[in-house]
């Protein structure tokens, strides 16, 4: 195939033309006359050599050919399109594609020669964070794949690509670096020989990041003074600068990608700076490349890819952080900065028990609030419950008495040494009726709560969220509802064995629940009929293996109060109390359960289960739909 970089050339050239119009433009002397016709002369010898396949005595001769025309172009300023110089240019051209395509490799390679010019020039605006145009060029993978309108480079034909037409558009709103300065002509030209040449992959992995692609000896790491903080200065960079830069700048400048050779994975990092060398210079912003790129003194402006990602403040803190002599408050220099969920952590750690009530009542109020926008709760605090109901002030009265029992009991019962037993205290919502409490669930958790689910508690591991919902479902108790002291009791316990976090099965947080309700509530005509309820289900259920039945999720909403019932009953008969609650910390431990089984009752869960089915009474009970 014909290059067509020539053509290129010319079109770019122009373009180059048009915007330096006011530079005279000197007439073509004698002498450069002369010296151009030797260029030719030699370039047809150096073609020559390329006949005769001495390809490494072409090359150099090509390179210094080259040299001499560029030479002649700039210090005579005569323009490329002059009818002197375009024809040898032209004619330099061939007998480089020449040589390149007869010598099999390619003068332009993409790993040493183009993919420096795309993590320059590009890859702030196309990355897989943020991909302008659904393009990204940040490796020769998602290169190849293209953007909204397809492949990029067509091999071997540069002016037929998009990619070489974005670049040398005249039209500065098309024109790619979008709203930058072009390309420079060198650039465009070595971008453009490299489609011509095939476009070709030269690097070892096609999906690495073009910035590790051509693998230079790294530079020695910069040394860097690093200066302790006072306790004087304004600005703190541990609490007002790290946590900032850490989401923010790190999305791109991470130990893992290095945009710019630049990490803010620690202090010394920041301060070690990337491929320009240091980019903080303490005492003096506007000498500081990170200041100035975040000030738009430089570009590309950081954070890049227009996103809004800095506060005014942190802005301010940053050009003062750098003033006051950009000093460490932190312990290890060379530590990396914890991530988001670390300090996340580290700031709940720290919370007094004021701080953790005072939290737990905000976030009690706004989720009132996200249920019922226009009704005051009535609301009773007590040692461990902050309660909101929409019920009468006594009716929360007495709730309130019943689950403070209940945490008395499962206090002495488990044997736990902590005066409240859930930090902030546990949040417990009450309402009325079947409404109230499926408003909760659908504005709260955005979820649908099934017909015979009427309460449910939620703690996380930390304790950020605790918290149980209840339907006021009455004090009588009938084969269809418990009663509402039974219902307090059930999930105050869940809320209970969730403190431990790790993920306990349904069965056993609604079946424990369920055993301790029955020793208060005995003959409760709900709790009587659930073993036969339970035979009924396992009989109904198929199920290929008896362990799965310890197992989570294996019983539809539905089937978890009368299985998880009577399978912690069965448990609590066979082993007792004790026993029952180390398997639970077990379970909580991250232990499955057969390997839990085994360790607390010497029997496998294969064994357990089976027995457990043969206690179920043969039953005649109607499962209730
Ligand atoms: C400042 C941000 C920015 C920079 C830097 C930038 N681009 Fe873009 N690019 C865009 C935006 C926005 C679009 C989508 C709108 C458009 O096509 O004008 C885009 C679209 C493109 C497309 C068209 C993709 C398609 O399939 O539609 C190509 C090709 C492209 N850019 C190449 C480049 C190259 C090559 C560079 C570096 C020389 C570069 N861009 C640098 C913002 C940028
Ligand atoms: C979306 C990705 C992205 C984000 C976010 C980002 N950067 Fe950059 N950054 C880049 C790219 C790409 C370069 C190289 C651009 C170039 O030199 O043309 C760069 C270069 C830099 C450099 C120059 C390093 C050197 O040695 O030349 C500094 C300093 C910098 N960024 C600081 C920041 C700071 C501070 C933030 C946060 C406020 C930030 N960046 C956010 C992509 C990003």
């Known amino acids: 195939m014909r290059p067509i970089v020539p053509i290129i050339r010319v079109s770019c050239s122009l373009l180059v033309a048009a915007l330096v119009v006011s530079v005279a433009i000197a007439?073509?002397?004698?002498e450069q006359k002369k010296e151009l016709k030797d260029i030719g002369s030699d370039i047809t010898k150096a073609s020559s050599l390329v006949s005769k396949k001495k390809y490494d005595e072409a090359e150099?001769?090509?390179?210094?050919?080259?040299?001499?025309?560029?030479?002649?172009?700039?210090?005579?300023?005569?323009?490329?399109?002059?009818p002197a110089v375009k024809p040898v240019r032209l004619q330099l051209d061939k007998a480089k594609a020449l040589l390149a395509k007869a010598s099999g490799k390619g003068s332009?390679?993409?790993?040493?020669?183009?993919?420096?010019?795309?993590?320059?020039?590009?890859?702030?605006?196309?990355?897989?964070?943020?991909?302008?145009g659904g393009l990204r060029l940040d490796t020769y993978a998602a290169m190849e794949k293209g953007g909204g309108r397809g492949a990029l480079a067509i091999p071997g034909n540069a002016q037929a690509s998009n990619l070489i037409q974005k670049l040398v558009t005249p039209n500065a709103q098309q024109r790619m670096p979008k709203g930058g300065e072009a390309l420079k002509d060198k650039e465009i030209q070595t971008i453009t020989t490299w489609v011509n040449e095939g476009a070709k992959f030269d690097g070892a992995d096609?999906?690495?990041?073009?910035?590790?692609?051509?693998?230079?000896?790294?530079?020695?790491?910069?040394?860097?003074?690093?200066?302790?903080?006072?306790?004087?200065?304004?600005?703190?960079?541990?609490r007002d600068i790290m946590p900032e830069m850490m989401d923010t700048c790190g999305r791109c400048h991470n130990d893992r990608q290095k945009r710019?050779?630049?990490?803010?994975?620690?202090?010394?990092?920041?301060?070690?700076?990337?491929?320009?060398?240091?980019?903080?210079?303490?005492?003096?912003?506007d000498g500081s490349r990170l200041w100035r790129l975040v000030n738009g003194d430089d570009t590309p402006v950081m954070p890049a890819g227009n996103q809004t990602g800095i506060t005014r403040k942190w802005y301010n803190n940053l050009k003062t952080w750098?003033?006051?002599?950009?000093?460490?408050?932190?312990?290890d220099p060379k530590k990396g900065f914890p991530t988001l969920e670390e300090r996340e952590a580290a700031a709940l750690a720290r919370l007094s028990p004021e701080q953790w009530n005072e939290r737990r009542k905000k976030e009690t109020a706004e989720n009132w609030k996200k249920t019922f926008q226009n009704s005051e709760p009535v609301v009773r605090e007590s040692a461990d419950f902050l309660i909101y109901g929409d019920v009468s002030p006594e009716r929360i009265e007495a709730i309130?008495?019943?689950?403070?029992?209940?945490?008395?009991?499962?206090?002495?019962s488990f044997n736990v040494k902590e005066t409240q037993l859930w930090k902030g205290k546990l949040a417990v919502f009450i309402f009325k009726d079947r409404f109230g409490y499926e408003e909760f669930n659908q504005s709260v958790h955005r979820r649908e709560v099934p017909r015979e689910i009427m309460g449910h508690s939620e703690v996380s591991g930390n304790m950020e969220e605790a918290l149980i919902a209840i339907q006021d479902i009455g004090d009588a108790a009938t084969e269809s509802s418990p009663g509402m002291h039974v219902n307090v009791i059930e999930h105050v316990t869940g809320a209970f064995l969730k403190r431990g976090g790790g993920g306990l099965p349904d069965w056993v947080i609604r079946g424990a629940g369920l055993a301790l309700a029955n020793q208060h509530s005995k003959g409760n005509p709900y709790i009587v009929k659930l073993p036969g309820q339970a035979g009924e289900i396992l009989r109904e259920a198929r199920i290929d293996k008896p362990e799965e039945i310890f197992g989570n999720g294996t019983f539809a909403p539905g089937e978890v109060a009368p299985i998880g019932f009577t399978l912690v009953d069965f448990m609590l008969k066979?082993?007792?109390?004790?026993?029952?609650?180390?398997?639970?910390?077990?379970?909580?431990?991250?232990?499955?359960?057969?390997?839990?089984?085994?360790?607390?009752?010497?029997?496998?869960?294969?064994?357990?289960?089976l027995a457990y089915a043969n206690s179920l009474p043969a039953g005649s009970s109607k499962k209730k739909k």
């Open 27 to 30: 007439a073509v002397t004698p």
């Open 60 to 82: 150099p001769e090509l390179k210094e050919l080259e040299q001499r025309l560029d030479k002649l172009i700039k210090e005579g300023k005569v323009p490329e399109t002059d």
């Open 108 to 132: 332009v390679s993409f790993a040493r020669d183009v993919a420096p010019i795309f993590v320059d020039k590009c890859i702030g605006c196309h990355t897989d964070g943020d991909a302008k």
């Open 206 to 238: 096609k999906n690495a990041e073009l910035a590790t692609l051509d693998k230079k000896p790294a530079a020695a790491p910069v040394r860097v003074e690093i200066a302790k903080a006072t306790g004087n200065e304004k600005v703190s960079f541990m």
């Open 260 to 285: 710019s050779g630049f990490s803010v994975a620690s202090f010394e990092k920041v301060m070690q700076g990337g491929t320009s060398g240091r980019v903080v210079i303490a005492g003096n912003p």
């Open 322 to 331: 750098i003033e006051e002599g950009a000093k460490f408050d932190g312990d």
């Open 400 to 412: 309130d008495k019943w689950a403070t029992e209940q945490a008395a009991s499962l206090k002495s």
């Open 574 to 609: 066979r082993g007792g109390p004790n026993n029952f609650g180390q398997f639970v910390k077990k379970l909580q431990g991250g232990e499955k359960a057969d390997a839990a089984l085994r360790a607390v009752y010497n029997a496998d869960a294969k064994t357990l289960a």
